[in-house]
């Protein structure tokens, strides 16, 4: 009995250390695209059907050397 009570206290601790109040103002940072953990997998996906709706390929990654005339 003395376990389990223990492991019910431990799994509550644990389950509500996660919770955190955001206040409002804090709310729009979190909602960026850039907080987003994206897989590589995702992000290849959306490449490709970026290219099939637009008709080309490539160019998704960096121009040359700051010339400007790329």
């Known amino acids: 009995m003395p376990r389990r009570s223990l492991l019910l206290l431990l799994l509550g601790l644990c ?3 996660g919770c955190v109040r955001v206040k409002s103002y804090q709310r729009a940072a979190h ?10 997998s995702e992000a290849k996906l959306d490449e ?18 700051g010339c400007g005339c790329n």
């Open 15 to 17: 389950a509500a250390s």
């Open 31 to 40: 909602a960026q695209k850039t907080m987003s953990d994206r897989h590589r």
């Open 48 to 65: 490709h059907v970026h290219e099939y709706r637009e008709g080309s390929v490539g160019g998704g990654g960096g121009g040359g050397g």
